[in-house]
Protein backbone atom coordinates (compact mmCIF):
# COMPACT_ATOMS: atom_id res chain seq x y z
CA UNK A 1 0.00 0.00 0.00
CA UNK A 2 0.80 3.47 -0.64
CA UNK A 3 2.24 5.49 2.31
CA UNK A 4 0.85 8.81 0.86
CA UNK A 5 -2.47 9.09 -0.71
CA UNK A 6 -4.17 11.72 -2.44
CA UNK A 7 -7.79 11.74 -3.86
CA UNK A 8 -9.23 12.14 -6.08
CA UNK A 9 -6.44 11.23 -8.55
CA UNK A 10 -8.23 13.33 -11.00
CA UNK A 11 -11.29 15.90 -11.24
CA UNK A 12 -12.38 18.48 -13.38
CA UNK A 13 -14.74 20.80 -12.35
CA UNK A 14 -16.18 24.29 -13.18
CA UNK A 15 -15.17 27.97 -12.51
CA UNK A 16 -16.65 29.50 -8.65
CA UNK A 17 -16.91 25.77 -7.15
CA UNK A 18 -15.19 24.72 -3.99
CA UNK A 19 -12.94 21.88 -4.30
CA UNK A 20 -11.40 19.76 -1.45
CA UNK A 21 -8.38 17.56 -2.02
CA UNK A 22 -7.33 15.26 0.15
CA UNK A 23 -4.08 13.57 1.30
CA UNK A 24 -3.45 10.88 3.87
CA UNK A 25 0.18 9.31 4.52
CA UNK A 26 0.81 6.18 7.14
CA UNK A 27 4.65 7.15 7.64
CA UNK A 28 4.01 9.00 10.78
CA UNK A 29 5.62 12.06 9.77
CA UNK A 30 4.77 15.14 11.18
CA UNK A 31 5.32 17.30 8.38
CA UNK A 32 3.03 18.09 5.29
CA UNK A 33 3.31 19.65 2.56
CA UNK A 34 0.94 20.90 -0.65
CA UNK A 35 2.52 21.68 -3.68
CA UNK A 36 1.48 22.79 -6.91
CA UNK A 37 3.36 21.63 -10.83
CA UNK A 38 2.95 23.49 -13.71
CA UNK A 39 4.94 22.76 -16.85
CA UNK A 40 7.90 24.68 -17.03
CA UNK A 41 7.80 25.84 -13.09
CA UNK A 42 8.53 22.95 -11.72
CA UNK A 43 6.91 22.45 -7.73
CA UNK A 44 5.70 25.87 -6.14
CA UNK A 45 4.96 25.57 -2.32
CA UNK A 46 1.03 26.23 -1.35
CA UNK A 47 0.73 25.50 2.26
CA UNK A 48 2.75 23.37 4.72
CA UNK A 49 2.48 22.09 8.21
CA UNK A 50 5.30 21.20 10.82
CA UNK A 51 2.80 19.88 13.41
CA UNK A 52 -1.51 19.65 13.87
CA UNK A 53 -1.04 23.25 15.45
CA UNK A 54 1.03 25.00 13.10
CA UNK A 55 0.14 25.93 9.39
CA UNK A 56 1.84 28.12 7.08
CA UNK A 57 1.58 29.37 3.86
CA UNK A 58 3.83 29.05 1.15
CA UNK A 59 4.85 30.93 -2.07
CA UNK A 60 1.33 30.91 -3.86
CA UNK A 61 -1.11 30.36 -0.96
CA UNK A 62 -3.55 33.02 -2.58
CA UNK A 63 -6.72 31.46 -3.36
CA UNK A 64 -5.85 28.27 -1.11
CA UNK A 65 -6.82 27.26 2.04
CA UNK A 66 -6.07 24.19 4.09
CA UNK A 67 -7.27 22.03 6.76
CA UNK A 68 -4.84 19.56 9.11
CA UNK A 69 -7.60 17.50 10.50
CA UNK A 70 -5.24 14.66 12.27
CA UNK A 71 -1.22 14.02 12.06
CA UNK A 72 -2.12 11.75 9.30
CA UNK A 73 -4.19 14.21 7.02
CA UNK A 74 -3.88 17.30 5.40
CA UNK A 75 -6.52 18.71 2.95
CA UNK A 76 -6.52 21.57 0.89
CA UNK A 77 -9.30 23.45 -0.68
CA UNK A 78 -10.34 26.17 -3.10
CA UNK A 79 -13.31 28.05 -2.25
CA UNK A 80 -13.66 29.26 -5.50
CA UNK A 81 -11.97 27.68 -8.41
CA UNK A 82 -10.78 29.56 -10.89
CA UNK A 83 -9.34 28.36 -14.50
CA UNK A 84 -4.98 29.46 -13.57
CA UNK A 85 -5.68 26.55 -10.98
CA UNK A 86 -5.47 23.97 -13.08
CA UNK A 87 -2.48 22.03 -12.56
CA UNK A 88 -0.92 19.12 -10.76
CA UNK A 89 -1.10 18.87 -7.08
CA UNK A 90 0.94 16.79 -4.89
CA UNK A 91 1.08 15.99 -1.34
CA UNK A 92 4.15 15.20 0.54
CA UNK A 93 5.90 14.55 4.30
CA UNK A 94 8.81 14.89 6.02
CA UNK A 95 10.59 13.60 9.01
CA UNK A 96 13.54 15.74 9.67
CA UNK A 97 13.91 14.36 12.87
CA UNK A 98 15.48 11.40 11.54
CA UNK A 99 17.55 12.77 9.08
CA UNK A 100 18.08 16.82 10.12
CA UNK A 101 18.84 18.71 7.17
CA UNK A 102 19.34 15.73 5.17
CA UNK A 103 15.72 14.87 5.33
CA UNK A 104 13.56 13.93 2.17
CA UNK A 105 10.29 14.37 1.42
CA UNK A 106 7.87 11.81 0.67
CA UNK A 107 5.36 12.19 -2.28
CA UNK A 108 2.02 11.42 -3.12
CA UNK A 109 1.04 10.39 -6.55
CA UNK A 110 -0.81 13.30 -7.60
CA UNK A 111 -4.35 14.83 -8.26
CA UNK A 112 -5.06 16.38 -11.71
CA UNK A 113 -7.68 19.50 -11.19
CA UNK A 114 -8.81 21.13 -14.62
CA UNK A 115 -10.64 23.84 -14.00
CA UNK A 116 -13.16 25.16 -16.72
CA UNK B 1 16.24 34.83 -2.93
CA UNK B 2 16.49 31.34 -2.68
CA UNK B 3 16.15 29.19 -6.79
CA UNK B 4 17.61 26.60 -8.51
CA UNK B 5 18.05 26.68 -12.45
CA UNK B 6 18.17 23.49 -14.36
CA UNK B 7 18.95 23.19 -18.10
CA UNK B 8 15.85 23.62 -20.19
CA UNK B 9 14.64 20.61 -21.92
CA UNK B 10 13.70 18.47 -23.45
CA UNK B 11 17.18 16.66 -23.59
CA UNK B 12 16.76 13.83 -26.03
CA UNK B 13 19.58 10.86 -26.04
CA UNK B 14 19.82 7.73 -27.89
CA UNK B 15 20.37 4.74 -25.81
CA UNK B 16 23.89 4.24 -24.03
CA UNK B 17 24.80 7.84 -24.50
CA UNK B 18 26.30 9.77 -21.66
CA UNK B 19 23.79 12.11 -19.81
CA UNK B 20 24.19 15.78 -17.97
CA UNK B 21 21.46 18.00 -16.60
CA UNK B 22 23.24 21.31 -15.23
CA UNK B 23 21.63 22.20 -11.80
CA UNK B 24 23.41 25.28 -10.26
CA UNK B 25 21.55 27.27 -7.03
CA UNK B 26 21.49 29.97 -4.74
CA UNK B 27 20.89 29.63 -0.80
CA UNK B 28 20.70 31.06 2.31
CA UNK B 29 22.52 28.90 4.37
CA UNK B 30 24.60 25.89 3.81
CA UNK B 31 21.72 23.32 1.78
CA UNK B 32 21.46 19.70 1.64
CA UNK B 33 21.06 19.13 -2.33
CA UNK B 34 18.40 16.50 -3.96
CA UNK B 35 17.82 15.19 -7.48
CA UNK B 36 14.38 13.85 -7.47
CA UNK B 37 12.39 11.87 -10.84
CA UNK B 38 9.03 11.92 -12.09
CA UNK B 39 8.20 9.26 -14.26
CA UNK B 40 4.69 9.32 -16.38
CA UNK B 41 1.73 9.59 -14.19
CA UNK B 42 3.38 9.13 -10.94
CA UNK B 43 4.65 11.59 -8.31
CA UNK B 44 8.13 12.21 -7.47
CA UNK B 45 10.64 10.08 -5.37
CA UNK B 46 14.26 10.71 -4.45
CA UNK B 47 17.09 9.82 -7.16
CA UNK B 48 20.10 10.74 -4.78
CA UNK B 49 21.28 13.30 -2.13
CA UNK B 50 24.25 15.28 -1.15
CA UNK B 51 24.76 16.77 2.20
CA UNK B 52 28.11 19.00 2.44
CA UNK B 53 30.63 20.08 0.03
CA UNK B 54 32.51 17.50 -1.93
CA UNK B 55 29.93 14.93 -1.02
CA UNK B 56 28.68 12.55 -3.95
CA UNK B 57 25.13 10.78 -4.31
CA UNK B 58 24.67 8.44 -6.15
CA UNK B 59 21.66 5.35 -6.97
CA UNK B 60 20.78 3.16 -10.30
CA UNK B 61 24.19 4.75 -12.10
CA UNK B 62 23.27 7.76 -11.94
CA UNK B 63 25.49 10.59 -9.61
CA UNK B 64 25.89 14.06 -8.72
CA UNK B 65 29.02 15.66 -6.99
CA UNK B 66 28.32 18.64 -4.45
CA UNK B 67 30.13 21.50 -5.79
CA UNK B 68 30.46 24.35 -3.21
CA UNK B 69 32.30 26.79 -4.55
CA UNK B 70 30.58 26.65 -8.23
CA UNK B 71 27.12 26.20 -5.83
CA UNK B 72 25.98 23.33 -8.56
CA UNK B 73 24.77 19.37 -8.00
CA UNK B 74 25.04 18.46 -12.07
CA UNK B 75 23.42 15.39 -12.49
CA UNK B 76 25.59 12.12 -15.08
CA UNK B 77 25.14 8.94 -15.87
CA UNK B 78 27.58 7.15 -18.00
CA UNK B 79 24.87 4.75 -20.02
CA UNK B 80 21.00 6.03 -20.70
CA UNK B 81 18.19 3.26 -21.01
CA UNK B 82 14.88 3.97 -22.48
CA UNK B 83 13.63 3.32 -19.16
CA UNK B 84 15.52 6.41 -17.65
CA UNK B 85 12.91 8.40 -19.47
CA UNK B 86 11.50 10.87 -17.01
CA UNK B 87 11.11 14.34 -15.85
CA UNK B 88 14.14 14.79 -13.37
CA UNK B 89 14.17 18.21 -10.31
CA UNK B 90 17.17 19.50 -8.59
CA UNK B 91 16.43 20.71 -5.47
CA UNK B 92 17.69 21.82 -2.22
CA UNK B 93 16.80 21.93 2.02
CA UNK B 94 18.33 24.60 4.18
CA UNK B 95 16.48 22.89 7.18
CA UNK B 96 13.88 26.11 6.98
CA UNK B 97 10.23 25.65 5.72
CA UNK B 98 10.51 22.93 2.80
CA UNK B 99 12.29 21.96 -0.15
CA UNK B 100 13.14 24.54 -3.46
CA UNK B 101 13.05 22.94 -7.02
CA UNK B 102 14.18 23.95 -10.12
CA UNK B 103 11.69 23.93 -12.94
CA UNK B 104 12.68 20.33 -14.16
CA UNK B 105 14.14 18.87 -17.09
CA UNK B 106 12.14 16.40 -19.27
CA UNK B 107 14.59 13.73 -20.17
CA UNK B 108 13.94 11.50 -23.35
CA UNK B 109 15.85 8.28 -24.72
CA UNK B 110 15.39 6.74 -27.49
CA UNK B 111 15.78 3.18 -28.37
Known amino acids: DADVTQTPRNRITKTGKRIMLECSQTKGHDRMYWYRQDPGLGLRLIYYSFDVKDINKGEISDGYSVSRQAQAKFSLSLESAIPNQTALYFC???????????????FGPGTRLTVL | GDSVTQMEGPVTLSEEAFLTINCTYTATGYPSLFWYVQYPGEGLQLLLK?????DKGSNKGFEATYRKETTSFHLEKGSVQVSDSAVYFCAFYTGRRALTFGSGTRLQVQP
Open chain 1, 92 to 106: ATSDPMTSGRATEQF
Open chain 2, 50 to 54: ATKAD
